[in-house]
């Protein structure tokens, strides 16, 4: 049947699917759904989730993977809609995905996440660093808009829409990772001979980590898992972008130690420096004027960088990951 089963992994029902409800219930679009699979049934179904459209699916404690694979079971429309729990979908949302669908004839669509308009600032700080050039390494395009779409080869789950019979081809999601299954999806489609179309107009708002703490373990995440697709699937994770956090983090340890022997690295290693912190700053200002907002990227930025490079390293050096569940 033609239309879109919008597919939401979730340990419990929170606050921000709290927020997120009204936005899917108000959707400029006729036909969809949206499935929910928290870990239980809710004892008490609050009163915004009570809609013919909504269906409430209890997965047990499996991975948000799982949970995707068991809502695509279940769905009763041509088109499966991932979102994460944290996300929520302009009112356009399906009707461009149903317009770009047409005019592409494509197997998937992803879209730009961007940080909700009445965010902290402390989730502004962290989308900064994933929309600069210097911080998120030319991928700033998932986070905001660019002017025009492109075919892309990995794109991230939380604004991912995919035809049933494509994902059912492929066997859905592979299990074994998380967080990363949506990158062995991407590579699945694309060796399936797919192709996967980035729309800009394809707008999700999705709230970044909190506080700093959970931003620098999401990204040490992303840089583990990364570091070990860079060996096992270097198709799509063997790319110098992904490499260079690490190579800034060796480079400083070199040049640092080297600096006993040769005062010279020293001063190599400061220009260096001094050139990277300037083009960070003249990045990140590009993207706010509030200097307080300024401010704190910068230090997130380094940190950032040297948290994913070092997770990256252990990564690629990992016979296998083991995926917890969160």
């Known amino acids: 049947m033609t ?5 939401i992994p979730v340990k419990v029902i929170n606050d921000y699917l709290r927020e997120s409800i009204p936005h899917l219930l108000a959707l400029d679009y006729q036909d969809y759904e949206v499935l929910i699979l928290p870990n239980e049934e809710p ?6 989730f009570v809609d013919e459209r909504v269906k409430i699916i209890a997965s047990g404690a499996v991975s948000p993977a799982v949970k995707r694979d ?6 009763q429309f041509e088109y499966l809609a991932f979102m994460d729990d944290d996300a929520y979908p302009s009112l356009e949302w399906l009707k461009v995905a149903e317009k770009t669908f047409a005019e592409k004839n494509v197997a998937a669509l992803g879209g730009p996440g961007m940080v909700p308009p009445d965010a902290s600032k402390k989730e502004v700080v962290s989308g900064i660093f994933y929309e600069t050039l210097v911080g998120g390494g030319g991928l700033a395009y998932r986070y905001r808009p660019v002017p025009e779409g492109f075919y892309v080869k990995d794109y991230p789950s939380v604004n991912l829409i995919i035809r049933k019979d494509a994902f059912m081809e492929i066997g859905g999601f592979d299990n074994s990772f998380w967080p990363g299954e949506d990158t062995k999806l991407c590579l699945d489609l694309i060796q399936a001979g797919h192709e996967i179309w980035y729309e800009p107009t394809l707008l999700v708002y999705h709230h970044r980590r909190p506080t700093y703490r959970g931003h620098f373990k999401q990204v040490a995440g992303y840089g583990l898992h990364r570091g070990h697709f860079a060996k096992i699937f270097p198709q799509t994770s063997a790319l110098p972008l992904y490499f260079a956090p690490s190579t800034f983090l060796l480079g400083n340890i070199i040049l640092f130690f080297l600096g006993f022997t040769n005062p010279i690295f020293w001063q190599v290693w400061g220009v260096l420096l001094a050139v990277y912190l300037l083009l960070a700053i003249m990045d ?9 907002i300024a ?6 930025l380094v940190g950032s960088h040297l948290v994913y490079g070092w997770r990256f390293i252990q990564g690629y050096f990992t016979s296998r990951l083991v995926s917890k569940l969160r």
């Open 284 to 292: 990140i200002l590009s993207r706010t004027r509030d200097l307080w």
């Open 295 to 300: 401010g704190m990227t910068l230090p997130v």
């Open 70 to 75: 068991m809502g695509a079971d279940q769905v």
């Open 3 to 7: 239309g879109f089963s919008i597919i």
């Open 43 to 48: 004892s008490s179904l609050e009163s915004a």
